[in-house]
Nanobody, 119 residues
């Protein structure tokens, strides 16, 4: 199974950019659909973006479309989330997750990284 560790979170101002990383170990990320989720205080966890196991498709929540970009580096076994034009409502704990090709649910999760955006 795969283990996931996020990094790159921090404090930013509205309009700035941050890049999150998700380093995987145990198995190659090319075996999984990889996703980013986030959870703001008092809210449920929500989908942000995902990239298919074959790298043929990326998908985004409407709230981040055009501002966030998910990508991966197979050689580094790492998934990224480039976040541009940050907004205060992007403040949340961001989680990396993996699911196998045949499952609908994400089975593997990282510990999360905090992103705080001030206005």
């Amino acid at each position: 199974q795969v283990q996931l560790v996020e990094s790159g979170g921090g404090l930013g101002q509205a309009g700035e950019s941050l890049k999150l990383s998700c380093a995987a170990s145990g198995r190659t990320i090319s075996s999984y659909h990889m996703g980013w989720f986030r959870q703001a205080p008092g809210k449920e966890r929500e989908f942000v973006a995902r990239i298919s196991w074959s790298n043929t498709g990326t998908y985004y929540a409407d709230s981040v479309k055009g501002r966030f970009t998910i990508s991966r580096d197979i050689a580094k076994n790492t998934v990224y989330l480039q976040m541009n034009t940050l907004k205060p409502e992007d403040t949340a704990v961001y989680y990396c997750a993996a699911r196998t090709k045949t499952r609908a649910n994400y089975d593997y999760w990282g510990q999360g990284t905090q992103v705080t955006v001030s206005s």
